[in-house]
């Protein structure tokens, strides 16, 4: 896998009747590096989902670029979206099964349902799934493309705590299996310093990096919710501006 | 309770068969035969072969004409609801099309390119296809833009969007359109072949008119109408349940 570099010179709204024009993000530039786990932590409306978008090439409507550090095709990417968008006409199986190039084998397929403990419900439509088993379909069909690059848009937002907390180390475990490059947006402090390797602050109106944190708690010390307490309160202490943009 | 609900279709049409036989019998007139008399007229055209063969033709017209205003209606469709720019160029089109009579295109093609099998073909999808097209744009503004992003980050194919993520989403569209098709359909070949066919129903139907023949208008009507009944029952409500299977 490679590094990405993600350079936005511009990204603006256009005016919309009343509305002016809108810059929502200026003179972003991040540097992933292959395999980290990155969360981008800022307010809620200061574009984070837009640069997924852009980063997801759904949104072309930009100044800037999106590359590989060693080639010039673009990253492979899987979405995690806030909602799960999953296809309500196809089963669980079949929804992960359309994102994937014919040449995986089922047994592939098989494995990961069982990692996401979705085995029982392959064959289940998800109008029948609870949104927290949405969400595991949702992240075990963006880890079935084996991307190079793993977009995740506050994806336990609106989940009770403790399917949160379970959805969480099922993500954790699987990553470990098959490191990707994340990056994960969310406005949870508790929720970055848990999952990321680096944590990146963002601004509103236009968005930029405000700090970027490296997490220096060790990975099997993150169940600890008093580690993760302490850093946190330490980086609120450390870093004032942070406080404005929880 | 569960009796009565499938009695009560059988009660309707016992009701409304003693209906027609009371008003025959009151009447006491050619111009309305009994049941039993449109019966027996039906049972001798089947059996001379008349009414298979004229009910054939005019089946194969509609299988043929409703296909293609069906196919090309539904990529027109496809593409106007997606491409704003292009819908609004062709907007004025279809309002036109939709508000000619269909006698006029009837006659027109007719007297285009002559009485012959293609003319009529055409009057026919002319006077389907806007209405298809519509139909069919209402649900291709209507898609869920969410799900299109998603398939497009996930790089589907073209082919694969349209199967996987955009047709199940109009299906219901194009059930639509398909049902008020087919009842618009039938109703315009009659009369395209009333007026420049040698065979079909409306052929058949003309000329029965012209000898008075209500009992055989009867007849035939009643024979259409149970194709048409079937075709709902033995194509279309499975096409309904197997495609709505994953619904709630």
């Given at each position: 896998?490679?590094?990405?570099?993600?350079?936005?010179?511009?990204?603006?709204?256009?005016?919309?009747?009343?509305?002016?024009?809108?810059?929502?993000?200026?003179?972003?530039?991040?540097?992933?590096?292959?395999?980290?786990?990155?969360?981008?932590?800022?307010?809620?409306?200061?574009?984070?989902?837009?640069?997924?978008?852009?980063?997801?090439?759904?949104?072309?409507?930009?100044?800037?670029?999106?590359?590989?550090?060693?080639?010039?095709?673009?990253?492979?990417?899987?979405?995690?979206?806030?909602?799960?968008?999953?296809?309500?006409?196809?089963?669980?199986?079949?929804?992960?099964?359309?994102?994937?190039?014919?040449?995986?084998?089922?047994?592939?397929?098989?494995?990961?349902?069982?990692?996401?403990?979705?085995?029982?419900?392959?064959?289940?439509?998800?109008?029948?799934?609870?949104?927290?088993?949405?969400?595991?379909?949702?992240?075990?069909?963006?880890?079935?493309?084996?991307?190079?690059?793993?977009?995740?848009?506050?994806?336990?937002?609106?989940?009770?705590?403790?399917?949160?907390?379970?959805?969480?180390?099922?993500?954790?475990?699987?990553?470990?299996?098959?490191?990707?490059?994340?990056?994960?947006?969310?406005?949870?402090?508790?929720?970055?310093?848990?999952?990321?390797?680096?944590?990146?602050?963002?601004?509103?109106?236009?968005?930029?990096?405000?700090?970027?944190?490296?997490?220096?708690?060790?990975?099997?010390?993150?169940?600890?919710?008093?580690?993760?307490?302490?850093?946190?309160?330490?980086?609120?202490?450390?870093?004032?501006?942070?406080?404005?943009?929880? | 309770?569960?009796?009565?609900?499938?009695?009560?279709?059988?009660?309707?049409?016992?009701?409304?068969?003693?209906?027609?036989?009371?008003?025959?019998?009151?009447?006491?007139?050619?111009?309305?035969?009994?049941?039993?008399?449109?019966?027996?007229?039906?049972?001798?055209?089947?059996?001379?072969?008349?009414?298979?063969?004229?009910?054939?033709?005019?089946?194969?017209?509609?299988?043929?004409?409703?296909?293609?205003?069906?196919?090309?209606?539904?990529?027109?469709?496809?593409?106007?609801?997606?491409?704003?720019?292009?819908?609004?160029?062709?907007?004025?089109?279809?309002?036109?099309?939709?508000?000619?009579?269909?006698?006029?295109?009837?006659?027109?093609?007719?007297?285009?390119?002559?009485?012959?099998?293609?003319?009529?073909?055409?009057?026919?999808?002319?006077?389907?296809?806007?209405?298809?097209?519509?139909?069919?744009?209402?649900?291709?503004?209507?898609?869920?833009?969410?799900?299109?992003?998603?398939?497009?980050?996930?790089?589907?194919?073209?082919?694969?969007?349209?199967?996987?993520?955009?047709?199940?989403?109009?299906?219901?569209?194009?059930?639509?359109?398909?049902?008020?098709?087919?009842?618009?359909?039938?109703?315009?070949?009659?009369?395209?072949e009333l007026l420049g066919r040698s065979n079909g129903m409306g052929y058949q139907l003309h000329l029965f008119f012209?000898?008075?023949?209500?009992?055989?208008?009867?007849?035939?009507?009643?024979?259409?109408?149970?194709?048409?009944?079937?075709?709902?029952?033995?194509?279309?409500?499975?096409?309904?349940?197997?495609?709505?299977?994953?619904?709630?």
């Amino acid at each position: 896998m490679s590094d990405i570099q993600i350079n936005i010179i511009n990204k603006t709204y256009p005016a919309i009747e009343q509305a002016g024009s809108h810059t929502a993000i200026a003179d972003l530039h991040l540097s992933l590096k292959s395999g980290e786990f990155i969360c981008l932590v800022g307010p809620s409306g200061c574009g984070k989902t837009t640069l997924l978008n852009i980063i997801a090439d759904l949104d072309r409507d930009y100044q800037g670029s999106i590359a590989l550090s060693q080639q010039s095709a673009r990253p492979k990417i899987g979405y995690i979206f806030q909602n799960p968008r999953l296809l309500p006409w196809r089963t669980v199986r079949e929804n992960i099964e359309l994102v994937i190039e014919d040449s995986l084998s089922g047994n592939a397929i098989d494995s990961l349902l069982e990692a996401m403990q979705l085995t029982a419900a392959q064959h289940v439509y998800p109008e029948r799934l609870s949104l927290g088993m949405s969400r595991r379909v949702s992240i075990t069909r963006a880890f079935a493309v084996d991307p190079d690059l793993l977009l995740m848009d506050e994806p336990f937002v609106s989940l009770d705590a403790p399917t949160a907390r379970q959805v969480r180390a099922l993500l954790l475990s699987l990553w470990q299996q098959r490191p990707h490059t994340v990056l994960f947006v969310t406005h949870d402090l508790r929720e970055a310093i848990t999952l990321a390797d680096r944590l990146i602050f963002l601004s509103t109106s236009p968005m930029s990096v405000i700090s970027e944190i490296i997490v220096p708690i060790p990975r099997a010390e993150r169940h600890d919710e008093s580690a993760i307490e302490t850093f946190r309160q330490q980086l609120l202490n450390d870093y004032p501006a942070i406080k404005q943009l929880l | 309770m569960k009796l009565t609900k499938q009695l009560l279709p059988l009660l309707s049409l016992l009701a409304f068969l003693a209906l027609w036989q009371g008003s025959a019998f009151y009447i006491n007139n050619h111009t309305l035969p009994t049941p039993a008399a449109v019966a027996l007229v039906f049972w001798q055209a089947c059996v001379s072969g008349q009414l298979p063969f004229h009910l054939g033709v005019t089946l194969l017209r509609l299988l043929v004409s409703f296909s293609i205003a069906m196919l090309l209606g539904s990529a027109i469709g496809i593409v106007l609801g997606r491409h704003k720019k292009l819908d609004d160029f062709f907007d004025n089109w279809l309002v036109i099309f939709l508000n000619v009579p269909a006698l006029v295109t009837i006659i027109l093609c007719y007297v285009w390119f002559g009485l012959i099998e293609s003319a009529a073909i055409l009057a026919v999808v002319i006077n389907k296809l806007p209405s298809v097209i519509v139909t069919i744009r209402e649900g291709a503004r209507s898609l869920d833009q969410d799900l299109l992003d998603m398939a497009r980050c996930f790089r589907f194919s073209q082919r694969k969007t349209l199967t996987h993520v955009i047709w199940p989403q109009l299906h219901p569209f194009v059930m639509a359109a398909t049902r008020s098709g087919l009842a618009l359909i039938w109703k315009i070949i009659l009369v395209v072949e009333l007026l420049g066919r040698s065979n079909g129903m409306g052929y058949q139907l003309h000329l029965f008119f012209q000898m008075f023949d209500v009992a055989s208008i009867l007849a035939y009507t009643i024979a259409f109408v149970g194709v048409i009944q079937l075709i709902e029952l033995i194509i279309l409500k499975p096409l309904d349940r197997k495609a709505l299977r994953w619904r709630r």
